[in-house]
């Protein structure tokens, strides 16, 4: 959905408030797609600056089903997105001195592509489904929060294999 910001930018002093409903149903970060389960609508707040300066205040709230980064099942990921941003009008002298704005179109801001964009911002660093999280067996794939598979995980350090050829070869029988 596009939001005409034209009298924010032209208007001296001029804020305006709103609440947008998000039309997205999934986010798309490369190839995965997480399914949108709950939302928000984008709540916004317009503000204008100074001439050609508008600040960009509000919140959204998401909840996707996502994967655990260690066992795979599938979690629940809350996300609670506050942001705030400063956007140019077109005409701006100083448009290079903002970081991106994909998500103006003209006077418009897309506001799909804008809550796109905070997503991608706020993205955990690790998805887990509980913090003591096992994970899977390196050997034959068994999810280890469900039961022990009794693989043997042990692995060598490196350095010392050139030890333990000569253990091999001085070997008794």
Known sequence: MLVNLSDVFTSEGRRISMEVPLEMTCFQSGAACFEIR????????FSNME???VKVEGNVSLKLQTS??????????ALDLPFERVVLSPEAEDREAVDDLSFME???????????????????????CREDCKGLCPVCGQN?????CGCD????DPRMAVIQDIFNANKEV
Do not use: H, M
Request: hydrophobic share 35%.
């Open 38 to 45: 709950e939302k928000s609508p984008v709540s916004f707040t």
């Open 51 to 53: 001439a050609g300066k």
């Open 68 to 77: 655990c980064d260690r066992c795979l099942s599938e979690v629940i990921t």
């Open 106 to 128: 003209g006077y418009q801001l897309n506001t799909e592509t804008f809550v796109f964009n905070e997503i991608i911002g706020n993205w955990p660093a690790k998805i887990l």
């Open 144 to 148: 280890l929060n469900e039961r022990e």
């Open 153 to 156: 995980t042990f692995v060598p």
